[in-house]
T-cell receptor, first 113, second 111 residues
């Protein structure tokens, strides 16, 4: 079974804290994605990576950065958390350029207070 | 840029058939996905279309017309467990085949 695992299901952080969200996949997938999901807005792409050490901005990268030092791990970093970053964060992975399926992690519900 | 539209909500009766529409305006279309997402859970893959026509998979079918920028997901013999949000997503040629999602269509199945 394909597995995409996010490090935390729920997180509560204070404004201004540096926050790390970790995602690990066990299927040797080249592509990894970070989305946030908000009511009425759907899934919005923050960053994605198609190879180790490669990253590309998605639609809403402001306030976020990412790291991909190993193929199986893709980290999302909130440099200085703000209340408007309270959201559900979803990680996904897929194989190659012509992928026909992307697999999602269970999500991290982040609350910034 | 891209624009992917879905109706926000629909209600249907158990045992019925429901059609969920998705229209898209994107540059570099390279395939369309449908995902199901139950409340509080991760999206799970349902179907994928890259060529025009109908793909059938058990109770679920998905149709694509690339010339019209249109797809639908058909759910037959609705069950209570089909109550979920259904997400349409387009894979784009540019940006290394990134995936862009619509806002999702919440389907509520009633007895």
């Amino acid at each position: 079974d394909v597995k995409v695992t996010q490090s935390s299901r729920y997180l509560v952080k204070r404004t201004g804290e540096k926050v790390f969200l970790e995602c690990v996949q066990d299927m040797d997938h080249e592509n990894m994605f970070w989305y946030r999901q908000d009511p009425g807005l759907g899934l919005r792409l923050i960053y994605f990576s198609y190879d180790v050490k490669m990253k590309e901005k998605g639609d809403i990268p402001e306030g976020y950065s990412v790291s991909r030092e190993k193929k199986e791990r893709f980290s999302l970093i909130l440099e200085s958390a703000s209340t408007n970053q309270t959201s559900m964060y979803l990680c996904a992975s897929s194989r190659g350029q012509a992928y026909t399926e992307a697999f999602f992690g269970q999500g991290t519900r982040l609350t910034v207070v | 840029g891209q624009n992917i539209d879905q109706p926000t909500e629909m209600t249907a009766t158990e045992g019925a058939i429901v059609q969920i529409n998705c229209t898209y305006q994107t540059s570099g279309f390279n395939g369309l996905f449908w995902y199901q997402q139950h409340a509080g859970e991760a999206p799970t893959f349902l179907s994928y279309n890259v060529l025009d026509g109908l793909e059938e998979k058990g109770r679920f079918s998905s149709f694509l017309s690339r010339s019209k920028g249109y797809s639908y997901l058909l759910l037959k013999e609705l069950q209570m467990k089909d109550s979920a949000s259904y997400l349409c997503a387009v894979r784009l040629y540019y940006g290394n085949n990134r995936l862009a999602f619509g806002k999702g269509n919440q389907v509520v199945v009633i007895p």
